[in-house]
């Protein structure tokens, strides 16, 4: 079955580089991304990586893949107080495009 | 270019109450999806629309339904409201390209006393 696990809570100092990680179970994932969610908002796509990529890079943001032990991580360089947010993994399976199955979010505090 | 809209943004319903959602998808977006978020948690899909159809449902009970308009904008209805409804809905739009880019509206924030 699908299961999107994340840790809770990342904090880091402004000017850092943020490691939000993510492990998935369903080896058939096509698609991996990362959203992020600010109070009281919807839901703002970052960066989505395909299941046959390793590392993807986005400006500030790295998108890192290992399919072998189902593991995602993003990387945020240089970390802004305005990247204070929930970050979401979420990934699709074959055939289900519209059809994301979250994790629980990371919450990302940036301290001065 | 405009956005997914979605109204209204706050309700309060109380319970055995029915309630209806709507939403705009995001200009040249043919496909909407609707995602239930319960407080601290991830959203949890409930199911997608194409071409006026329902075309991939999660695991929610009969009593959450929907529509598709020609203009492809969406309806979520939910009949017999529990406390447990209680969450933001959040609906998404997408062009169907296959990639998954899911372009979210801000939600509507659903109260069930």
């Known amino acids: 079955g699908e299961d999107v696990e994340q840790s809770l809570f990342l904090s880091v100092r402004e000017g850092d580089s943020s490691v939000i990680n993510c492990t998935y179970t369903?080896?058939?994932?096509?698609?991996l991304y990362w959203y992020k969610q600010e109070p009281g908002a919807g839901l703002q796509l970052l960066t989505y990586?395909?299941?046959?990529?390793d590392m993807k890079q986005d400006q500030r943001l790295t998108v890192l893949l290992n399919k072998k032990d189902k593991h995602l991580s993003l990387r945020i360089a240089d970390t802004q107080t305005g990247d204070s947010a929930i970050y979401f993994c979420?990934?699709?399976?074959?055939?289900?495009?519209?059809?994301?199955?979250f994790g629980t979010g990371t919450r990302l505090q940036v301290t001065l | 270019e405009t956005g997914v809209t979605q109204s209204p943004t706050h309700l309060i319903k109380t319970r055995g109450q029915q309630v209806t959602l709507r939403c705009s998808s995001q200009?040249?977006?043919?496909?909407v999806s609707w995602y239930q978020q319960a407080l601290g948690q991830g959203p949890q899909f409930i199911f997608q629309?194409?071409?006026?159809?329902?075309?991939g449902r999660g695991n929610f009970p009969p009593r959450f339904s929907g529509l598709q308009f020609p203009n492809y904008s969406s309806e979520l209805n939910v009949n017999a409201l529990e406390l447990d409804d209680s969450a933001l809905y959040l609906c998404?739009?997408?062009?169907?390209?296959?990639?998954?880019?899911?372009?979210f509206g801000e939600g509507s924030r659903l109260t069930v006393l």
């Open positions: 998404a739009s997408t062009a169907g390209t296959g990639t998954g880019e899911l372009f």
């Open positions: 369903d080896s058939s994932s096509t698609y």
């Open positions: 990586i395909f299941s046959n990529m």
């Open positions: 979420a990934e699709t399976l074959p055939g289900t495009a519209s059809k994301l199955t």
């Open positions: 200009s040249g977006h043919n496909t």
């Open positions: 629309y194409y071409r006026e159809e329902e075309n």
